[in-house]
């Protein structure tokens, strides 16, 4: 009876599953006609890979993957999201990765940034030249007095690109990878200081002030200073990396109440 009831239960899954695929099934082909539809009509292809890039944030699967990055390829003109779609099916499935294969695939984006772009990687730099394109709107005479702001000039450019290509890619590596939570309070924040949402994002939000002044600074961020830095054998960035280390661990004894700091592989 036992056997009986668990082949009928299992039975009752696969058949939602279907459902669920077929209804899956009939809005991509409502929605692929209306992107075509829209793509023939402005005689504009961004429809159709708009379509194929909610596509694969709602069904992360490899043919998804590669349909995207095939997408954006005639899109461009360019065989570059073609290869990289290829590269993201076959290497983003973990969940996590150990710290030798991550730094080799630091150092492969490294050199593609220097052979693309012909300068290092680097994030923060996009968020300064956010504030001179603001800036630049609302108080022209500002950015004109100020010599900070003729270093970043207030242009679209690469690194904005970076900013939302680092969003995009981080959520759609997450979603096929399956690891994608929605988590407001972390665990070990709960434990440390409590349940309140609210404390929990005011703390985020200064330390992204932080850092982001901080990064300014210095002339550089995680990216653009440390890895692309030590890459480089600069100083600075060796530095750089040291004093991210010492403020890290003395802010994890000061801040958290654990006095244990465990590290181990995560399969």
Known sequence: MQLKKKLEEEVIVVTK??????????????????AIGLSIYLRQGWPLV??????VASKPR????????????MYLHSGWPLLGSVFFAILGRPKKWWPIPA????GLVEVLSFYLSERP?????????????ATKIIDPLHLEKVSYWGIYE??????????????IGSFLSARYSGSFKIITVPELWRQSRG???FNRWLWVFLAGIIMGFAARISGGCISGLLISGAIQLAPSGFIFMMSVWIGGVLTTFLFYR??????????
Do not use: H, N, Q
């Open 17 to 34: 599953r279907y459902s669920v695929s077929k209804k899956f099934i009939a809005t991509a082909l409502i929605l692929l006609v209306c």
């Open 103 to 106: 730094g080799i695939a630091f």
């Open 50 to 55: 708009v379509f194929f890039s909610i596509l």
């Open 258 to 267: 654990s006095r244990t700091i465990v590290v181990r592989r995560e399969d």
């Open 154 to 167: 207030p242009y679209i450019d690469w690194t904005m690109a970076v900013i939302l290509g680092t969003t």
């Open 121 to 133: 990687l680097g994030i923060t730099r996009g968020c300064t030249v956010m504030g001179a394109i």
């Open 62 to 73: 490899w043919w998804s993957v590669l349909i995207l990055g095939l997408a954006y390829t």
């Open 195 to 197: 349940k309140s949402v």
